[in-house]
């Protein structure tokens, strides 16, 4: 059973740092992986998704990368800011008679302060 | 291009009480999909639809049912509601499996008392 895992529950950083995200899966066997953001009391934003052909995706300060071999895949966002307070999460999709099933994590509570 | 809607955005029901949560796509997406999402748990899926009239379960479908009468509507009913049933809904749909860039609703947050 596939199981996603990320790292960490919760980050706080001030304002211009760059941080990384972690998100980790147990069956490397996934079809894509998809980063998305969730703002409080809100639906789940897509940001990026990275075919398993794929070693990255980036859009504007967003950078995701995918090692299948691993189970690993981590979101870089660069320059950080307050507006990018949200969770964070990713889910993996295994392809096949998955029938188009995400797995998700639990999500990185991401806080940025001015 | 409104993507995927809700309705409503919150209800409150009594146990054993029964709803309707609407589902309505523009983007004539083939696939669609119910989650549910437990407080700082990740989504689980609860049904899902690969066109219309054509239906199956997922992972927690226990106390709920689906209909895909058109490629649009893709309704979540739930029959005598259990306090267990409190989560936040969100549907969501994708254009291809192949593909699976899946869309999502802005959620009905249920309440059962």
């Known amino acids: 059973k596939q199981e996603v895992t990320q790292i960490p529950a919760a980050l706080s950083v001030p304002e211009g740092e760059n941080l990384v995200l972690n998100c980790s899966f147990t069956?490397?066997?996934?079809?894509?992986l998809q980063w998305f953001r969730q703002d409080p009391g809100k639906g789940l934003t897509s940001l990026l998704l990275i075919q398993s052909s794929q070693r990255e995706q980036t859009s504007g300060r967003l950078n995701a990368s995918l090692d299948k071999s691993s189970g690993r895949s981590t979101l870089y966002i660069a320059a950080s800011q307050p507006g990018d307070s949200a969770t964070y999460l990713c889910?993996?999709?295994?392809?096949?008679?998955?029938?188009?099933?995400?797995?998700f994590g639990q999500g990185t509570i991401l806080t940025v302060h001015p | 291009n409104a993507g995927v809607t809700q309705t409503p955005k919150f209800r409150i029901l009594k146990i054993g009480q029964s709803m309707t949560l609407q589902c309505t796509q523009d983007?004539?997406?083939?696939?669609m999909y119910w989650y549910r999402q437990d407080p700082g748990m990740g989504l689980k899926l609860i049904y899902y639809s690969v066109g219309a009239g054509i239906t199956d379960k997922g992972e927690v479908p226990n106390g709920y049912n689906v209909s895909r009468s058109t490629t649009e509507d893709f309704p979540l009913r739930l029959e005598l509601a259990a306090p267990s049933q409190t989560s936040v809904y969100f549907c969501?749909?994708?254009?291809?499996?192949?593909?699976?860039?899946?869309?999502f609703g802005p959620g009905t947050r249920l309440t059962v008392l």
């Open positions: 983007m004539n997406h083939n696939y």
């Open positions: 969501a749909s994708s254009y291809s499996l192949a593909y699976n860039e899946q869309f």
């Open positions: 889910a993996v999709y295994a392809g096949g008679t998955s029938y188009g099933k995400l797995t």
């Open positions: 069956d490397s066997a996934i079809y894509n």
